[in-house]
Nanobody, 115 residues
Framework: QVQLVESGGGLVQPGGSLRLSCAAS????????MNWYRQAPGKERELVAS???????NYADSVLGRFTISRDNAKNTVYLQMNSLNSEDTAVYYC?????????WGQGTLVTVSS
């Protein structure tokens, strides 16, 4: 078992930046991918960004060039740097850890982009 705790969400103005953190209760090295998902009101959960154990990164088209996912294995933490935020980025952001046999979710952190 592993617990994932997200932090860093909040209210930000359009054009602003936030950095989300996902702290795991144990090593994340064994997970094939660490992922950030988001779910906006009335919408399905969507994959925003992922990073593999080999540091291969993938992004949703909607955030490409604005968001950066990174990991610090020594701290068991994954980050999501979000720049140039707009209202469509408003959502609850969830951290996800996935391997062949395991799939864990955090409780989510709310990001609200509004003036």
């Amino acid at each position: 078992q592993v617990q994932l705790v997200e932090s860093g969400g909040g209210l930000v103005q359009p054009g602003g930046s936030l950095r989300l953190s996902c702290a795991a209760s144990r090593s994340i090295v064994s997970f094939k991918t660490m992922n950030w998902y988001r779910q906006a009101p009335g919408k399905e959960r969507e994959l925003v960004a992922s990073i593999t154990s080999s540091n291969i990164r993938n992004y949703a088209d909607s955030v490409l060039g604005r968001f950066t996912i990174s990991r610090d294995n020594a701290k068991n933490t994954v980050y999501l740097q979000m720049n140039s935020l707009n209202s469509e980025d408003t959502a609850v952001y969830y951290c996800n850890a996935r391997s062949t046999w395991e799939n864990y979710w955090g409780q989510g952190t709310l990001v609200t982009v509004s003036s």
